[in-house]
């Protein structure tokens, strides 16, 4: 089961917006779910809520460390509670999953995400579950850092917040540590098609610009 849900992203007014902070998106969205208020706890260099579900412990954490060093959270309090890796999910942001899709995946290299480079590091090793939440990708290589520090575009972070409200349909089966249930739910969980373009009478069929 899962006993320790991880968000990540930087602090600060000026990331929280930023695609590389949906990963915090995604836990304060858990904590509303839960009625939680995330605190500091400077034992765990990050913002931090405990919930009992069923009568088990689950932590919500949001690492404050910035994102390269989002492992140095993580890993003081899994181990202060003695949380073993497999039984952490860590969401954050995904350059190879298009903004309102959301993939569930366990283990694997850290694919060059900081903060997974960082929690592996910490870790010791790449064998917990994460949640990776579609940024998108901005198609040039060399324009990744300035993408994932800049903000969705209006429709994307509609899209991000629509894929992170239908994840939470998932949250009792990754409690319960019904990990193919929970895969369902999340890959099965599709964004909604797209209106289509709304028309003016007599426009001959253009689309209205809007």
Do not use: C
């Not at 910490?122 to 990744?144: A, C, F, M, N």
């Amino acid at each position: 089961m899962i006993k320790l849900f991880v968000g990540l992203g930087n602090p600060g007014p000026e990331y929280e917006a930023t695609r590389h902070n949906a990963g915090f998106w995604w836990i304060d969205a858990l904590a509303r779910e839960w009625k939680l208020n995330l605190v500091p706890e400077r034992s765990y260099h990050g913002l931090a809520a405990r919930a009992n579900i069923g009568g088990q412990s689950i932590w919500l954490l949001e690492p404050q460390t910035f994102m390269n060093l989002s492992g140095k959270s993580v890993a003081a309090l899994a181990r202060f509670f003695k949380i073993a890796p497999e039984e952490i999910l860590v969401a954050h942001d995904e350059l190879d999953v298009v903004p309102g899709q959301v993939k569930l995946k366990f283990g694997g290299s850290h694919a060059g995400h900081n903060g997974l480079r960082d929690i592996h590091a910490q870790l010791g090793t790449g064998d917990y579950w994460r949640l990776r939440l579609g940024i998108g990708h901005p198609g040039v290589k060399s324009e990744v850092v300035n993408w994932v520090l800049k903000k969705p575009l209006k429709e994307q972070r509609e899209a991000i917040e629509d894929a992170i409200t239908r994840t939470l349909h998932a949250i009792p089966a990754l409690v319960a540590g019904e990990m193919e249930k929970a895969t369902l739910v999340i890959h099965t969980s599709k964004p909604p098609r797209p209106k289509p373009p709304r028309r003016e009478p007599g426009d001959g069929g253009t689309p209205a610009a809007t």
